[in-house]
């Protein structure tokens, strides 16, 4: 037992006084996917000797909102840091009365002003609280096989083939170009896919007053057909996106283009392992010009026991310093202010996409994204749900109307 926790035993500890020391600290972070914070919190904890840290992380952003409710719902059992993924976070403000004020509670040099405006205005509620600080945003770009684009006779350079990407429209008819010549598909998984374009129009799922629109949405009537078409030509690899199938056809080669917001880089890399180190390109240009999928935000519910330590875990590891550093470790783009003016984050080049300039590149991306689209109560489910298991029934062989026809009724389902 260290002589901090001693105290609570004893009046004094090596001539200190119970007045003047600091208790040891256990605290949770859960988190999902990849935030690239296993060295940031072992940073932490040697820099914080007092505090100890375990860190929760799972596979599926879906699985870890599960418990996130499942716990809120029962009263016990969160983190002490919970992440929130920008498809759920309009479900947590509405049960914003069970998560801590972080202008109350967080240092007070932290404000909101230090994120995007549309960053911390999505984790803020009516009342001015701030429930959640800002990780990363997913500023969009499309990262390819350079060696599959060659293997066709397409160009390869990133600025050629950005040509190819201007609009989706071109994209997918490069898609058929590409499978005509090809054994490989030209992407991953329909609903990778769907899930960019949708996330790219001013209004998606639901509407500013939380109405369901998925039905009477022209805009996302329109992604869907343009999807599905692909598909019935032979473009998709088929593959459920974080699957044991999609992990491992990104060592085969399985597929030639990949949509590709920053924090994507890391995944690819992962799982392509060191043998394919640059044959991975990414590309500045992406179809229909500007888009954001994904970011997420790290709160403290009031479940946990030491909200105010928590608070300050949260805070450094979404201060600029540390978001530079998660997106070099898994391409988790900053969203705060200064991070996004920094050398350090401009200058960064990835060497395992052939050293490409990501961080000027996606800080660009960044830049051309004005506002974040609503993000009605259950658009999580519904993109990672309903829509993603009725394109894969597309690609399993229903009927594109049928399983139109059961993503309206599921996501109707859902938001009753």
Same mark, same amino acid.
């Given at each position: 037992?260290?002589?901090? !926790?001693?105290?609570?035993?004893?009046?004094?500890?090596?001539?200190?006084?119970?007045?003047?020391?600091? $208790?040891?600290?256990?605290?949770?972070?859960?988190?999902?996917?990849?935030?690239?914070?296993?060295?940031l919190?072992?940073?932490?904890?040697?820099?914080?000797?007092?505090?100890?840290?375990?860190?929760?992380?799972?596979? &599926?952003?879906?699985?870890?909102?599960?418990?996130?409710?499942?716990?809120?719902?029962?009263?016990?059992?969160?983190? $002490?840091?919970?992440?929130?993924?920008?498809?759920?976070?309009?479900?947590?403000?509405? &049960?914003?009365d069970?998560?801590?004020?972080?202008?109350?509670?967080?240092?007070?040099?932290?404000?909101?002003?230090?994120?995007?405006?549309?960053?911390?205005?999505?984790?803020?509620?009516?009342?001015?609280?701030?429930?959640g600080?800002?990780?990363?945003?997913?500023?969009?770009?499309?990262?390819?096989?350079? $060696?599959?684009?060659?293997?066709?006779?397409?160009?390869?350079?990133?600025?050629?083939?950005?040509?190819?990407f201007?609009?989706?429209?071109?994209?997918?008819?490069?898609?058929?170009?590409?499978?005509?010549?090809?054994?490989?598909?030209?992407?991953?998984?329909?609903?990778?896919?769907?899930?960019?374009?949708?996330?790219?129009?001013?209004?998606?799922?639901?509407?500013?007053?939380?109405?369901?629109?998925?039905?009477t949405n022209?805009?996302?009537?329109?992604?869907?057909?343009?999807?599905?078409?692909?598909v019935?030509?032979?473009?998709?690899?088929k593959?459920?996106?974080?699957?044991?199938?999609?992990?491992?056809?990104? &060592?085969?080669?399985?597929f030639?283009?990949?949509?590709?917001?920053?924090?994507?880089?890391?995944?690819?890399?992962?799982?392509?392992?060191?043998?394919?180190? $640059?044959?991975?390109?990414?590309?500045?240009?992406?179809?229909?010009?500007?888009?954001?999928?994904?970011?997420?935000?790290?709160?403290?519910? &009031?479940?946990?026991?030491?909200?105010?330590? !928590?608070?300050?875990?949260?805070?450094?590891?979404?201060?600029?310093?540390?978001?530079?550093?998660?997106?070099?470790?898994?391409?988790?783009?900053?969203?705060?202010?200064?991070?996004?003016?920094s050398?350090?984050?401009?200058?960064?080049?990835?060497?395992?996409?052939?050293?490409?300039?990501?961080?000027?590149?996606?800080?660009?991306?960044?830049?051309?994204?004005?506002?974040?689209?609503?993000?009605?109560?259950?658009?999580?489910?519904?993109?990672?749900?309903?829509?993603a298991?009725?394109?894969?029934?597309?690609?399993?062989?229903?009927?594109?109307?049928?399983?139109?026809?059961?993503?309206?009724?599921?996501?109707?389902?859902?938001?009753?």
């Open positions: 037992m260290t002589c901090a !926790a001693l105290l609570s035993l004893t009046a004094a500890c090596g001539g200190e006084d119970a007045s003047t020391a600091v $208790d040891d600290v256990e605290l949770t972070i859960a988190t999902f996917n990849e935030f690239g914070y296993e060295d919190i072992k940073q932490y904890q040697d820099t914080h000797p007092h505090v100890r840290i375990t860190h929760r992380k799972t596979g &599926k952003a879906d699985d870890h909102h599960q418990t996130l409710f499942t716990k809120l719902a029962a009263g016990s059992g969160l983190a $002490d840091v919970e992440a929130v993924e920008e498809g759920w976070i309009n479900q947590v403000m509405a &049960k914003s069970q998560f801590n004020d972080l202008n109350q509670i967080g240092p007070p040099d932290v404000t909101a002003e230090r994120w995007l405006q549309w960053k911390s205005d999505t984790a803020s509620n009516r009342d001015g609280e701030l429930i600080y800002g990780t990363d945003i997913g500023p969009m770009a499309m990262c390819y096989r350079r $060696d599959l684009f060659e293997d066709v006779g397409l160009p390869s350079d990133p600025e050629a083939v950005g040509e190819l201007a609009t989706w429209e071109s994209y997918f008819a490069t898609g058929a170009q590409f499978v005509a010549k090809s054994d490989k598909a030209w992407f991953d998984s329909a609903s990778q896919v769907f899930n960019a374009m949708v996330n790219q129009n001013k209004v998606g799922y639901y509407d500013l007053d939380d109405n369901l629109v998925v039905e022209e805009a996302v009537k329109k992604d869907w057909d343009q999807v599905t078409a692909a019935e030509g032979g473009q998709s690899a593959l459920v996106a974080f699957g044991n199938e999609w992990n491992t056809a990104f &060592k085969t080669a399985a030639a283009t990949k949509t590709c917001p920053s924090w994507m880089l890391g995944v690819i890399e992962a799982q392509s392992g060191p043998e394919n180190e $640059d044959k991975w390109a990414v590309t500045a240009s992406f179809p229909g010009g500007a888009g954001n999928w994904g970011g997420s935000f790290l709160t403290v519910p &009031k479940q946990g026991k030491h909200p105010k330590e !928590a608070a300050e875990l949260a805070a450094w590891l979404t201060a600029p310093e540390q978001q530079i550093k998660a997106f070099t470790a898994k391409g988790a783009f900053p969203s705060q202010n200064e991070a996004l003016l050398p350090a984050l401009l200058n960064q080049t990835n060497p395992y996409f052939g050293n490409a300039k990501v961080g000027a590149l996606f800080a660009e991306q960044a830049n051309k994204v004005s506002t974040a689209q609503h993000k009605g109560p259950a658009a999580g489910q519904i993109q990672d749900k309903v829509f298991d009725a394109l894969q029934a597309v690609e399993n062989g229903t009927e594109v109307d049928e399983a139109w026809r059961q993503a309206v009724e599921g996501a109707t389902k859902l938001a009753k």
